[in-house]
């Protein structure tokens, strides 16, 4: 399974676009890159998901690069609610394993 | 997410108890999980069913059994307590697709062991 690199910790301002990095130079060519995020103690949320398009939904975009050894989370405008651990997950379809890192903490500063 | 319940959602118990957390999905899933969390951490697979037949042995099982009573319950029992078993507990559910597997999880359980 591919292991994912990211940043421990970003800041960003309240509504501004936040890009949260994250490498798997190691992932396959079956593997989807997910990610969530965790507000305080709740359980982890998924936010979106792809494989090797750039994908867009309600709450983010995701940008993988072409050599899909990296991707970007991509939250607009980002507000105080966004404040987060945000983990970047490289998973096979159909397999049940998630390998969660220490994730980003992204601070949204007003 | 409301589709996924968590029983009880805190819990102090003392060293060498027994406890049961409870695991409630309507999501209609067959592919259950039990994590836990420690602080400043990710989450760790415990254990895992893919249906009321097969249960699995996640990453950090000792210590810990479960139970899959029906499709849409799964329970983990600690069957003797001890304080480094204090963490957050998550269960999850997914449902394979083409597309991928996405986890959906539930609230979490807040586990104290004095």
């Known amino acids: 399974d591919a292991k994912t690199t990211q940043p421990p910790s970003m800041d960003c301002a309240e509504g501004r676009a936040a890009n949260l990095p994250c490498n798997h130079s190691?992932?396959?060519?079956?593997?989807?890159v997910y990610w969530y995020r965790q507000i305080h103690s709740q359980g982890p949320q998924y936010i979106i998901h792809?494989?090797?398009n750039n994908e867009t939904n309600e709450m983010a975009s995701l940008i993988i690069t072409e050599d899909r050894k990296s991707s970007t989370l991509i939250l607009p405008h980002a507000t105080l609610r966004d404040t987060a651990v945000y983990y970047c997950?490289?998973?096979?379809?159909?397999?049940?394993?998630?390998?969660f890192g220490t994730g980003t903490r992204l601070k949204v500063l007003a | 997410d409301a589709d996924v319940t968590q029983t009880p959602r805190n819990r102090i118990t003392k060293t060498g108890k027994r406890i049961m957390l409870e695991c409630s999905q309507t999501?209609?899933?067959?592919?259950m999980y039990w994590y836990r969390q420690d602080p400043g951490l990710g989450l760790r697979l415990i254990y895992y069913?893919?249906?009321?037949?097969?249960?699995n042995k996640g990453e950090i099982s000792d210590g810990y059994s479960v139970s899959r009573q029906a499709q849409a319950k799964f329970s983990l029992s600690l069957e003797s307590a001890i304080p480094n078993q204090t963490a957050l507990y998550f269960c999850?559910?997914?449902?394979?697709?083409?597309?991928?597997?996405?986890?959906?999880f539930g609230p979490g359980t807040r586990l104290l062991v004095l």
């Open positions: 999850a559910t997914s449902d394979p697709t083409t597309g991928g597997e996405t986890q959906y």
């Open positions: 792809g494989l090797k």
């Open positions: 999501k209609g899933h067959d592919r």
């Open positions: 997950i490289v998973t096979t379809s159909g397999t049940y394993k998630y390998i």
């Open positions: 190691t992932i396959s060519g079956n593997e989807y």
């Open positions: 069913s893919f249906d009321v037949k097969d249960i």
